[in-house]
Nanobody
Framework: QVQLVESGGGLVQAGDSLRLSCAASGRTFSSLAMGWFRQAPGKEREFVATINWNGVTNYADSVKGRFTISRDNAKNTVYLQMNSLKPEDTADYYC?????????????????WGQGTQVTVSS
């Protein structure tokens, strides 16, 4: 079993930056693919960014060039650096872990989820 705990959300203005963190415990973190997903009110959960066990990353087109996902296996933590935030980035952000070294964009492919952290971007 893996426990994931997100932190770092908040209320910011358009153009600001935030860094989300996700601390993992309970299993060999380095062997998991990790991802960040988000869900806005009334919308389905959507892919934001993923990172394989070897550090290879993938991004949604809507965040490419603005967001950066990274992982620190020594700290069992995955990060999402969010720059140039826009009001449309407002959502609950969820960290997810997949029992595979390889990531996927489909939320249904992930086995473990955090409780979410809220990000609100005002215009």
């Amino acid at each position: 079993q893996v426990q994931l705990v997100e932190s770092g959300g908040g209320l910011v203005q358009a153009g600001d930056s935030l860094r989300l963190s996700c601390a993992a415990s309970g299993r060999t973190f380095s062997s998991l693919a990790m991802g960040w997903f988000r869900q806005a009110p009334g919308k389905e959960r959507e892919f934001v960014a993923t990172i394989n066990w070897n550090g290879v990353t993938n991004y949604a087109d809507s965040v490419k060039g603005r967001f950066t996902i990274s992982r620190d296996n020594a700290k069992n933590t995955v990060y999402l650096q969010m720059n140039s935030l826009k009001p449309e980035d407002t959502a609950d952000y969820y960290c997810a872990g997949r029992m595979s070294r390889w990531s996927a964009n489909n939320p249904g492919s992930y086995n473990y989820w955090g409780q979410g952290t809220q990000v609100t971007v005002s215009s």
